[in-house]
């Protein structure tokens, strides 16, 4: 099994100069946050079910840029529609890394779709993403990152993790100063 | 922009023009009769990308994307749309993000379908909720010019601001 955060640093490890992150709320933002608090990182504390849909509208904006949106299980099942939408626009420069442990962490970790019927990589494949895996085992990390950070997209990638809590590593909550900070750090990205 | 014209005393033409004064690079929607012309403009201007939704509240997020990467937007949707949106707009709220949207209104004048009553009689007040500026055109010039007042209002002055058009001029639906 997969253990989420030591996976996302090296995912991210000197990561490039023009990759733009948007979080879904929770867990993928603490992790994010824990591996690398950067001006280029977008965290969502609410807005359920939007990650996607904001990498979209940042991936149209910046065609120079790699958007790519870390998010969880919960919250891609609450924005499926938006996986047909960027299917439908067909962004070359948007990635989405789905941190799958089966469960609603942030509320007592009742199990979640995925981890009975629903496999969000088949999912996206059938919305015309161009290119999907499902990784779980860390060897599989080096493909994950290619698909993250260099294949054409839309791509997404399904990371299997244990549920194990964390420690939350949390930043910036205020939404107006993230939303500037991201800004200020596009400008030069 | 090639391959589109509006037709002869179509009131969504100065909507339009506003769109281009006002320097528009997105456009998302979910499809409307009342907007069907000013869809098919947008998709016939290379400089406007425009992207169709599921679900209105993807918009608010596009949009809001669209914004962090330096480009304006606006959604086009109906009244019945805004409900789906609610939680969203959270999002607005809590980063004071700019955001245009057109709605047509339903539910509101010589309405035939009970369903769209509801949700067309409670749009303002959701609008209001959320902090927004809330225009309502009964008249195609009014249209237009307060679609040019609502993206200036959000992009100079971060503000949330949505255009109703209503029903009156849209034009009740027959079946």
Not at chain 2, 110 to 133: H, L, Y
Request: glycine fraction near 12%; proline fraction near 3%; include cysteine.
């Amino acid at each position: 099994m997969i253990e989420r955060r030591e996976a996302v640093g090296e995912l991210l490890k000197d990561r490039p100069d023009n990759l733009l992150v948007v979080t879904g709320l929770g867990s993928p933002t603490y992790d994010v946050a824990a591996v690398g608090d950067v001006g280029r990182n977008f965290y969502l504390w609410g807005a359920m079910g939007g990650a996607a849909s904001m990498g979209l509208g940042l991936a149209q904006a910046r065609p120079s840029n790699r958007a790519a949106v870390i998010t969880g299980d919960g919250e891609m099942l609450m924005g499926m529609g938006s996986l047909a939408t960027i299917g439908a626009k067909q962004p070359e420069n948007l990635a989405i890394l789905v941190i799958d442990n089966e469960a609603f962490g942030e509320t007592g970790g009742q199990a979640s779709h995925t981890g009975l019927t629903t496999n969000l990589a088949a999912v996206a494949l059938a919305c015309g993403f161009r290119k999907v895996l499902t990784a779980r085992k860390h060897e599989e990390l080096a493909e994950v990152r290619q698909l993250l950070l260099e294949e054409k997209g839309p791509v997404l990638a399904v990371l299997k993790t244990s549920a194990s809590e964390l420690p939350r590593v949390l930043p910036e909550r205020d939404g107006h100063a993230i939303r500037l900070r991201f800004k200020q750090a596009v400008a030069g990205a | 922009m090639a391959g589109f014209s509006f037709a002869e005393g179509d009131w969504r033409a100065g909507i339009f023009g506003q769109f281009k004064a006002c320097g528009v690079q997105q456009m998302a929607y979910v499809p409307d009769a009342g907007h069907a012309s000013l869809i098919k403009a947008c998709h016939a201007d290379d400089a406007i990308d425009c992207t169709v939704l599921t679900t209105e509240e993807e918009g608010v997020a596009l949009l809001a994307g669209a914004e962090l990467g330096g480009q304006r937007g606006v959604m086009l949707m109906q009244s019945s749309g805004v409900g789906n949106c609610v939680n969203m707009f959270s999002l607005l709220a809590s980063c004071r993000f700019p955001f245009v949207t057109l709605v047509t209104m339903r539910g509101e004048w010589a309405e035939f379908n009970p369903w769209q009553v509801p949700m067309g009689q409670a749009t303002q007040d959701t609008f209001k909720r959320f902090g927004f500026i809330v225009y309502r055109a009964d008249t195609g010039d009014d249209a237009a010019g307060m679609t040019g007042s609502a993206l200036r209002l959000a992009y100079d002055s971060n503000c949330a601001v949505a255009v109703l058009l209503s029903q009156r001029l849209i034009g009740a639906k027959t079946f």
